[in-house]
């Protein structure tokens, strides 16, 4: 269910756009203190989990500027006396299309911890970061900034999109195509908002049995509003259920990074 909520992993084939400008087509999307918090349902099971985002802060990493995402799950009665679940995931990206830096998973299943942090870093670049080094492709980002990403980008001038993705164990990657504006009705109230189809591939096939699609706000925030998915475990169905106003942004301070882990990722 993790897995289905932050969207990973995902493929790009050849002839990539250029993401980057593609990216910056909507600079005001988010801000820090933004927190978005979903409702998920799993086939006959309404509210079988709850799930957030957060954009945490801005600022200093390790000397370049980048964002901070949070994202958290937790699974809710009567699913969680069979699967309890407290996942968390931190990503840091760069300001200049969310670039993943280093990405941090914390998961709590079955009440056993699991933790991973990583560094991302393309062949022959190096870090200060002092997380295990994982070698990703260039302009990869991680299953968080992804989903990011996905609402810096002015959709009405991108037909798709395509670009690596690092899901906390491999590098697979993305390919999100836009398809039509509709109104939708979610928890949160109704909305018109254009629908993203994600198509995942996993070097040259594409992954069976695990078919996405998002809608994101058609505003400036392009806010993820749903998210349905056909799975080989039953359709699962992720509606915003409300949303925070912004708070005043502060610019240029370093961002306090967790620490602390046990990696089981790094190449």
Known sequence: MAGIFFLAP?????????????ATAQPDAFRIG????????????AGAGVAQLQVVD???FYGVQAWHFRAMLHSAQPIRALYPMDDQIDSYALLAGLVGRQYQERFREFGKPEDM???????????????????????????????????????????KLRFPVFDGENVYEMLAKAGTSSTIQVANGN??????????????????DEHFKVWLADD????????????????????????????????????????????????
Do not use: M
């Open 117 to 159: 942090e990583a560094s991302l870093v393309s062949a022959g670049e190096s870090t200060p970061a002092t997380a295990p080094r994982v070698i990703v492709p260039p302009n990869t980002r991680d299953a968080l900034s992804a989903i990011y990403l996905l609402r810096l980008t002015d959709w009405s001038r991108t037909p």
């Open 10 to 22: 995902w493929f790009v084939l050849q002839q990539k756009p250029d993401v980057s400008r593609a």
């Open 220 to 267: 400036l925030a392009h806010t993820p509003l749903l998210c349905e998915a056909d799975l080989s475990i039953g359709a699962i169905r992720i509606e915003l259920t409300s949303d925070t106003a912004f708070v005043t942004e502060s610019r240029g301070k370093p961002i306090t990074r967790q620490v602390g882990s046990n990696p089981r990722a790094g190449n």
């Open 34 to 45: 933004e927190t978005l918090n979903y409702r998920i349902d799993w086939g006959r099971y």
């Open 58 to 60: 801005r600022g200093d």
């Open 191 to 208: 909305y018109q908002a254009t629908e993203i189809e994600i198509h995942l591939f996993d070097g040259t096939h594409e992954v069976p």
